[in-house]
């Protein structure tokens, strides 16, 4: 076989390169493994300091806000509900800024449900980064060692072939169960975050109803 001009050297390169990679990954993996053991005992936290909302609930409150309604009403009936922290923080401030114009009240409104996406998806970037990450350094830490395994097999090092499997088993496993248990946890948070997005919309569409006719109804003052 004719060696092709130069191809030993960038094979070298090659080499270099992918074995230099093998402590970062294992590195890697360790991170993203902690990470994954933190945010299961968060996600435990969470669920037991977690609020749950259910229809019946926002049934009551939206029937207490209405008939006849006022941005004083909705504001008490918000504060001495039951309701999670970060429903109150939201609907109080609408309610504050019942002076604006329809058009303005609806995109405050906005601005205020996407700020909420946006924290939920902040809270899920890195759940979902270990989720896909985890299973790709797995393997690239199965890969890796098998070079310089095989290569000690053909010289009769059983010993270094050993521990060149060893080293692939072992990334392997961490970067499964790392990107497994990310994925139990960026699922569970999802829907929990769903649901919470889907009652801060209810409720303030529900203001906005409350906080348009207060304003309609407000006799003229000449």
Do not use: C
């Not at 504001?75 to 609907?91: A, D, F, G, T, W």
């Amino acid at each position: 076989m004719v060696a092709i001009p130069g191809s030993e050297i960038l094979s070298s390169s090659l080499h270099v390169i992918a074995q230099s990679l093998l402590i970062p990954v294992i590195i890697g993996l360790l991170l993203f493994m902690l990470y994954a053991i933190i945010s299961f005992g968060g996600l435990i936290s969470e669920y037991t300091s977690r609020i749950k909302y259910n229809v019946k609930e926002i049934e009551n409150v939206i029937r207490s806000i209405s008939n006849p309604g006022s941005p004083e009403k909705v504001i008490s009936v918000v504060e001495n509900s039951n309701m999670p922290q970060s429903y109150k923080e939201l609907l109080i401030n609408l309610a504050t800024n019942s002076d604006l114009g329809e058009k303005s009240r609806e995109a405050l409104a906005r601005k205020l449900i996407e700020n909420e996406e946006l924290k939920a998806a902040k809270s899920l970037e890195k759940t979902d980064m270990v989720t896909r990450l985890g299973p790709t350094l797995g393997l690239m830490g199965t890969l890796i060692p098998m070079g310089p395994g095989l290569a000690a097999l053909g010289g009769g090092d059983i010993q270094g072939l050993s521990q060149a499997i060893i080293i692939a088993f072992d990334t392997t496993v961490v970067g499964l169960a790392a990107g497994g248990v990310a994925y139990v946890i960026s699922k569970i948070r999802r829907r929990w975050y769903e649901e919470n997005l889907s009652n801060i919309e209810t409720l303030t569409e529900a203001v906005l109803e409350v906080l348009n006719n207060a304003k309609t109804q407000t006799p003229f003052i000449s």
